[in-house]
């Protein structure tokens, strides 16, 4: 009996310090390789050689303190202070809003020089209404469908701030990002205080939250999910908080609705809230009392939804392209699917970056995960984990570049606080010896990270590599860095990442090609620079050629199936629903004309083409009004312009105000080349004008 009451702490035991050994061997291994896939773990390469070897002399220390006798005393010791100075002490609130300032000074700072991570400087031009795209309520603009809350919130912020500039833009977000992280860390401490009554769990749990790559988005991260966080972490907090004292189950529902309002990831947890609510207090009588009636509105509700999705999979190549397959790769992608080596090392460095403690506490924690069943807290832990998991497993990031790592940021939280809690009390008697050098590693464990991302020169060599990495599929990475550096005049850069670009994305030349073919008339060469691209249906610059090649050819209906795809592909492009209407014209659907063209006002109204489309159809239908109001749009966008004066003085004609439309005939003249094609018409306009006033 003896014996077999200590082999499971003697594994501990081995397992705990293997892992310590392991966390800082893992670091050595981009020092040997640093072309390697090691994007989660391999910044100490961007670093001087002091961090690094400041960062092995520290793991060192941290590997020798469980040698010394009384580690387990100082682990107690320290858990204990913890608990009394941020948790549950007198002082405990103060102490927590203390250390909350302090990390949000340090959040100020030092905030980030570059946002090459992400979709980050997207996002900043997109907040900056310098090409007419800042939107009224009701309008979802460039912005994706998923996060248009929090696009909508950071208009709002961007407004109070004011300007118009990319740097009002670049503000909003810094203060979006750091209040986050001031909330964030505040919701740490109250999640490791009802997560459970045992000191040395909760010091894990904060040490784990905060020593996180999730720092780097309270940085002045120029993102969306930073603000997610604040709804994630509050969620968690008031479903445990409902557990422990029977309150919260309210503020749970309203913080899980407003944050899929503002992001629709946060849906993932909608299993999980539903559980709380019906395995406790209240909901729990009522579940009791209407079980099968809940359990059938449960099942029919959830198989709906599951054949919703499915549905919008198989009959829309946006939701299509969301998702990563299960066994064929998509052609720009060949080596991704769900449990292809690519995807399942880019976890691991997901997980390795965000919580590097999860290894040790799963392996630690499986044995008693029976024990979910039985305990509601960790059931709830558990479906919010399944939530994370399909997200992180199931869902393509579509920049490549460090596999997106924002956008799955969140998903190992859950599951790492569920196998904290799962830990029994032979493992915490084991992990006394060696919770001081566990805090120690995790400690340094995200520094290099936060070191390289923070520093603008290190920042840039770190995204150089991660487009090596996925070169098939970083073409947003290359385009970005390509505007950083033709912004700050460097050629020889410039001329690098084009020379990348034709190099990596040899079919989106070839596209580009056949679309430059059409513009001088050369369809013929176009089609057979087309029939030498591989087929794709995800590429959105191969089906608009098509379509545009189809069009010239006057093979309308096809046109309008690769248009369609197209802009299944990409729904905020304006310039597509400018081209499919002039698809519709040649098909006289006036109707889908009108809708089309409005639809690209609507993404862009300051587009001198979209414009000239609406002036020219409004004529064309006879709307003389709408007319004059899209050309004096022209004027506001472009006043040197010949054609804003041109489709005035031929609307002002057509409504018989024959001064107005001499007046614009000769404001058109004035502006306009004698070589113009425009000129002719302007001259039969004039002649026209001149016979109807007579």
């Not at 800082?24 to 002091?50: E, M, S």
């Not at 008693?368 to 992180?392: E, P, Q």
Request: net charge neutral.
């Amino acid at each position: 009996m003896k014996q077999k009451a200590t082999k499971p702490e003697v594994v501990s035991h081995s397992v705990i310090y293997s892992f310590m050994i392991g966390l800082v061997l893992i670091r050595i291994l981009p020092l040997l390789d640093p072309a390697g896939r090691y994007w989660g773990f391999n910044h100490l390469i961007y670093l001087p050689d002091y961090y690094t070897i400041l960062f092995f002399i520290i793991s060192m220390i941290a590997l020798l303190l469980p040698l010394f006798r009384g580690a387990a005393n100082w682990s107690d010791f320290l858990a204990q202070r913890f608990s009394t100075l941020f948790l549950d002490g007198p002082h405990a609130l103060i102490n927590r809003a203390i250390f909350v300032i302090i990390i949000t000074l340090i959040f100020i700072f030092n905030v980030a020089q570059t946002h090459f991570l992400g979709d980050c400087y997207i996002l900043i031009k997109d907040l900056t209404p310098a090409t007419g795209m800042f939107f009224k309520w009701g309008e979802l603009g460039i912005f994706k469908w998923s996060e248009i809350g929090v696009a909508k919130f950071m208009i709002i912020v961007k407004s109070l701030i004011g300007g118009e500039h990319a740097e009002g833009a670049l503000l909003a977000f810094q203060i979006v990002s750091i209040g986050s992280g001031l909330v964030t860390v505040w919701f740490f401490f109250l999640i490791a205080r009802v997560a459970t009554e045992n000191k040395i769990k909760r010091l894990i749990i904060f040490t784990s939250s905060i020593f996180s790559g999730t720092l780097l988005l309270f940085f002045g991260y120029a993102e969306h999910y930073h603000i997610v966080w604040v709804f994630h972490v509050a969620l968690i907090y008031f479903c445990l908080k409902y557990y422990k004292y029977e309150r919260g189950i309210v503020i749970a529902w309203a913080v899980l609705l407003i944050g899929m309002a503002f992001h629709m990831q946060m849906s993932i947890f909608m299993p999980a809230v539903i559980f709380v609510t019906l395995s406790q207090g209240r909901g729990f009588l009522f579940y009791q009392r209407y079980k099968k009636l809940i359990c059938t509105v449960i099942t029919v509700v959830s198989l709906g939804m599951i054949s919703a999705v499915l549905y919008k999979y198989f009959t829309d190549l946006y939701i299509e392209d969301m998702f990563i397959p299960l066994i064929f790769a998509k052609p720009g992608d060949p080596l991704n699917t769900v449990f292809s080596p690519v995807h399942l090392f880019d976890i691991l460095n997901e997980f390795i970056l965000i919580a590097p403690l999860f290894i040790l506490v799963f392996v630690l924690g499986l044995r008693n995960i029976r024990s979910i069943f039985n305990h509601r807290k960790a059931f709830f832990l558990t479906l919010c984990s399944v939530g994370c998991l399909l997200f992180l497993f199931l869902v393509d990031p579509k920049l490549g570049m460090a596999r997106d790592w924002d956008l799955f940021a969140l998903t190992p939280y859950s599951i790492t606080l569920l196998f904290i809690i799962l830990l029994d009390d032979s493992v915490i008697e084991s992990l006394k010896k060696y919770l001081i050098p566990i805090v120690l590693l995790l400690s340094i464990s995200p520094v290099p990270y936060l070191l390289t991302t923070l520093n603008r020169q290190a920042s840039i060599e770190y995204v150089e590599q991660l487009i090596k990495l996925d070169s098939h599929k970083t073409i947003a990475g290359i385009i970005i860095l390509y505007d950083y550096y033709k912004k700050l005049g460097d050629d020889d850069k410039t001329r690098q990442l084009g020379y990348q670009y034709h190099t990596y994305y040899p079919e989106e030349i070839k596209c580009n090609d056949a679309m430059d073919a059409m513009d001088v008339g050369d369809i013929e060469l176009a089609a057979t620079i087309l029939q030498t691209v591989k087929p794709d249906k995800f590429d959105d610059s191969y089906q608009r050629a098509l379509s545009r090649l189809y069009y010239l050819q006057g093979d309308y209906e096809r046109a309008l199936d690769h248009i369609d795809r197209t802009i299944e592909l990409r729904r905020y492009f304006s310039q597509l629903y400018r081209e499919r209407a002039m698809i519709y014209l040649n098909m006289n659907q006036k109707e889908k004309v009108s809708k089309d063209l409005r639809k690209a006002y609507q993404l862009d109204d300051s587009s001198i083409i979209i414009l000239e489309g609406l002036t020219y159809v409004s004529t064309l239908f006879k709307q003389y009004d709408s007319c004059i109001v899209y050309a004096e749009r022209i004027k506001q966008v472009d006043s040197s312009l010949p054609i804003g004066y041109y489709w005035l003085a031929n609307a002002y004609a057509l409504k018989n105000n024959y001064d107005s439309a001499n007046y614009y005939a000769n404001e058109a003249d004035l502006r306009i080349g004698q070589d113009s094609i425009l000129a002719i018409g302007l001259n039969n306009l004039k002649k026209q004008i001149d016979r109807l006033q007579k």
